[in-house]
Nanobody, 121 residues
Framework: DVQLVESGGGSVQAGGSLTLSCAAG????????MGWFRQRPGKERERVAS???????MYADSVKGRFTISKDNAKNTLLLELNSLKPEGTGMYYC????????????????WGQGTQVTVS
């Protein structure tokens, strides 16, 4: 089974930064679409950022210029750097992977982690 394990969440003041990591174990996603999603209290899960198999990244408008997604292929780890955090960024952040190399705006990802909590006050 593919296991994605997120880490790096925590509590931070508005304007602060965090870096989330997603360890993929034996799932080699170098050529796959990978994404970060979040679910804020009382809201549906939404895509925050994604990166295609060829390295093209896409961001939700609400995080453009503040969040950066990247793949560390040597460590088989997906990263999300969160800067200039706002209180509305509070939520559970999930890592997800697709079988395909192209990304989608939907939640149609084959693999999901358990999430890591980010709280911005």
């Amino acid at each position: 089974d593919v296991q994605l394990v997120e880490s790096g969440g925590g509590s931070v003041q508005a304007g602060g930064s965090l870096t989330l990591s997603c360890a993929a174990g034996r799932y080699t996603y170098k050529r796959n679409c990978m994404g970060w999603f979040r679910q804020r209290p009382g809201k549906e899960r939404e895509r925050v950022a994604s990166v295609t198999g060829d390295g093209s990244s896409m961001y939700a408008d609400s995080v453009k210029g503040r969040f950066t997604i990247s793949k560390d292929n040597a460590k088989n780890t997906l990263l999300l750097e969160l800067n200039s955090l706002k209180p509305e960024g509070t939520g559970m952040y999930y890592c997800a992977g697709r079988i395909e190399s192209v990304c989608t705006l939907s939640l149609q990802y084959a693999y999901w982690g358990q999430g890591t909590q980010v709280t911005v006050s």
